[in-house]
């Protein structure tokens, strides 16, 4: 234990040593790959993250997804993102400054009356639609509303053909680089094996002596 733990009463003037660090907790809208790719329109989720680091100096910054630790560590900051979080924030689905139907402006009218996700407007009730009155998009309430309707089932039906035409030109992928290399294989020359040397048995031997012997011994009669 360090001297700076303030757990370690065996040290004397023990501090903190996270009386110096500035931390927050705080939601960001964190892209779900997976449902995206599922649904063919972008689907966002709600995650906390704890921004934390040492008062004057930003270049030892972390931003990473709130764990446990970060919330008994940063008790007083975790503490007072619980009480002034509330519901308002951006719901799971599809934000609506990714609907191309909507300007800026839109958007950010939206966002002031509380909608800020296209799921959010096309379950919107019809007494909660009247708020949008007649400025968000130039359309009458329930006409906005079933253009949301419109945009997620049209998502929704084109998820399933684009993923089957994703999933074809995988296999298509696959079956080009297995033909390119079976052919590569085929276009490459056999090696030729080394020829092996042989190896005389003791009888083989003992035959090729004799042989050479009776040769040596014929050779001389006819000199003599």
């Given at each position: 234990?360090?001297?700076?733990?303030?757990?370690?009463p065996?040290?004397?003037?023990?501090?903190?040593?996270?009386?110096?660090?500035?931390?927050?907790?705080?939601?960001?809208?964190?892209?779900?790959?997976?449902?995206?790719?599922?649904?063919?329109?972008?689907?966002?989720?709600?995650?906390i993250?704890?921004?934390?680091?040492?008062?004057?100096?930003?270049?030892?910054?972390?931003?990473?997804?709130?764990?446990?630790?970060?919330?008994?560590?940063?008790?007083?900051?975790?503490?007072?993102?619980?009480?002034?979080?509330?519901?308002?924030?951006?719901?799971?689905?599809?934000?609506?400054?990714?609907?191309?139907?909507?300007?800026?402006?839109?958007?950010?009218?939206l966002?002031?009356?509380?909608?800020?996700?296209?799921?959010?407007?096309?379950?919107?009730?019809?007494?909660?639609?009247?708020?949008?009155?007649?400025?968000?998009?130039?359309?009458?309430?329930?006409?906005?509303?079933?253009r949301?309707?419109?945009?997620?089932?049209?998502?929704?039906?084109?998820?399933?053909?684009?993923?089957?035409?994703?999933?074809?030109e995988?296999?298509?992928?696959?079956?080009?680089?297995?033909?390119?290399?079976?052919?590569?294989?085929?276009?490459?020359?056999?090696?030729?094996?080394?020829?092996?040397?042989?190896?005389?048995?003791?009888?083989?031997?003992?035959?090729?002596?004799?042989?050479?012997?009776?040769?040596?011994?014929?050779?001389?009669?006819?000199?003599?």
């Amino acid at each position: 234990m360090l001297a700076s733990d303030v757990n370690n009463p065996g040290f004397a003037g023990a501090h903190d040593p996270d009386a110096v660090m500035i931390a927050r907790f705080y939601v960001r809208a964190v892209k779900n790959n997976f449902k995206s790719a599922a649904e063919a329109r972008p689907i966002f989720e709600n995650k906390i993250y704890c921004e934390y680091y040492p008062a004057g100096s930003t270049l030892l910054k972390m931003d990473i997804p709130a764990r446990d630790d970060h919330k008994q560590r940063f008790s007083k900051q975790w503490e007072y993102f619980q009480r002034t979080q509330n519901s308002d924030g951006m719901q799971n689905g599809t934000p609506i400054d990714q609907w191309p139907l909507l300007t800026p402006a839109d958007v950010e009218n939206l966002k002031g009356i509380k909608f800020h996700t296209v799921d959010q407007i096309a379950a919107a009730s019809d007494s909660m639609i009247q708020i949008f009155g007649m400025g968000i998009a130039g359309l009458a309430p329930h006409v906005f509303r079933a253009r949301a309707q419109a945009y997620l089932s049209a998502a929704k039906d084109t998820a399933l053909p684009q993923k089957q035409a994703e999933d074809i030109e995988a296999l298509k992928k696959q079956v080009a680089d297995l033909t390119a290399l079976l052919t590569k294989a085929a276009s490459e020359p056999e090696p030729v094996a080394a020829p092996t040397k042989r190896v005389w048995t003791a009888e083989e031997k003992a035959a090729a002596g004799a042989r050479l012997k009776k040769a040596r011994e014929a050779k001389q009669a006819k000199v003599t």
